[in-house]
């Protein structure tokens, strides 16, 4: 069973900042390409940043320069750095991993930024 266990999320002012955490186990970590996707209300998900080829990062051009993704290896964790939030990032964002042939998510943490 795989098991994506989020934390972070919570609400913050415009111009602020978060820090998303996603765990699993080390058999996933270790074989998975991970990242963070986000929904919005009456929107698609998108991919906001992930690890393509295990520890290359890749970001959505929204989010560049302002979100970092992360993995510590020896927690099974990624996460995502959020600065200089804005109100569009407004979503409920959730880890994925690609483990063998399947796409695994988390349970999603709302994040709301006011303006």
């Known amino acids: 069973q795989v098991q994506l266990v989020e934390s972070g999320g919570g609400l913050v002012q415009a111009g602020g900042s978060l820090r998303l955490s996603c765990a699993t186990s080390g058999r996933v970590f270790s074989n998975s390409a991970m990242g963070w996707y986000r929904q919005a209300p009456g929107l698609q998900r998108e991919l906001v940043a992930t690890?393509?080829?295990?520890?290359?990062?890749n970001y959505a051009d929204s989010v560049k320069g302002r979100f970092t993704i992360s993995r510590d290896n020896a927690k099974n964790t990624i996460y995502l750095q959020m600065d200089s939030l804005k109100p569009e990032d407004t979503a409920v964002y959730y880890c994925?991993?690609?483990?063998?042939?399947?796409?695994?998510w988390g349970q999603g943490t709302q994040v709301i930024v006011s303006s």
């Open positions: 690890f393509t080829s295990g520890v290359t990062p």
């Open positions: 994925n991993a690609k483990f063998l042939i399947e796409n695994y």
